[in-house]
């Protein structure tokens, strides 16, 4: 028997929605965007920055799109952060001109690739090292590519993921990239505390910023002792944004959920001095089955990351009660009135970024229409 060769493009699927369709006539599952909702929390976000004296990086990992991340350019970010060089390029390439990868890169190939993308006419290009490995693979990617690349040193401020620890460690890979000049400069520091950024109260989380700007304070002086300038210190996110507004350490905030929200952030107790930012993500599922007892959705755990809880109704007086994989099992409580078969219902998702990595479209909307529908990066942008 002869086996045809399998096709090695991806078949199109077309989008869930046009714009101009009514919300209602939606196909689903589909990734929702209350524009309306969206575009306040920019607004919100970046005034209160600016205020501050601060720039916004808006984090593209968060929705992946290049058409959220050029309107978040419009409307004042001096650019976006990406963690993969993957997504790196796709924003480069849908025009987005200052990107700084917020990861550390190792193997040579993915050097090469952002080396390569450093020699794009007119973008400002950046990454995060912590170890002299990082330094040379960099430096050796850029001689190859005859281009240059800016660095930050990401410090370790209370994430306990990347970062270097020591001081001694930062002057050493200060060291390295001042040697791999002139492939490579030193911009400044990372100091990113993502976890902070979910700890509930808001006294903890002011003081989990506090210490992380004072670890940020004494590397910097330890670094300009040793000659170095530091021009940029690069963190902060929509959780803890109001503390390292007000830290005076930080220069740009990378914030990237702000854009769409999450059930994981609404949980924080509100910091009256951090931006009202409402709900703008949702998925719009249809209702498939019901019973008096329940009803049934279609879109579940391929539609919806559960790594922060199950996603909710925006209709209190339904609960959701299980997902599996294409299913969520949705129960009412006292008032809650019939679903109909084919009703269009919105959910919050428990985790914004994740969530989005699932779909490949954003459906953006305004009232009770579509608005536009915009692709999100493909899944193979995660490396
Ligand atoms: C390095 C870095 N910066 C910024 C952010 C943005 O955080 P948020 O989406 O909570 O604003 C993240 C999110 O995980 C991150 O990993």
New binding site residues.
Partial sequence: MKIEAAPLQQPAFPPPARPGDPLDAVDTPALVLDLDASDANVAALHRQAAAAGLAVRA?G??HRCPALALRQVAAGAIGV?V?KVGEAEGFAAAGVRDILV??ELVDPSKCQRLARLAGQPGLRLAACVDDPLQVQRLAEACARADTRLEVLIEIDVGQKRCGVETVEQALAIAAAIQRAAPRLALRGL?A?H?RA?HLRGVAERADAIARAAGVAGEFRAALERGGFAIREIS?????S?PNEAGAGIWTEI?????ALMDLD?RANAADPAAPQLRQALGVMTAVISRRASHAVLDGGLKSFAVDSGLPAMRDPRWRVVSLSDEHTVVEPLAGAQPLELGQRLILDPGH??PTVNLHDWIVGYRGDRVEAVWPILPRSASR
């Fill in positions: 984090h990992k968060a952060c963690q917020t990861n990372q990113y993502g950024q963190g902060g996110g929509t959780g944004f990378q914030a990237g959920s702000y952030y914004c970024d």
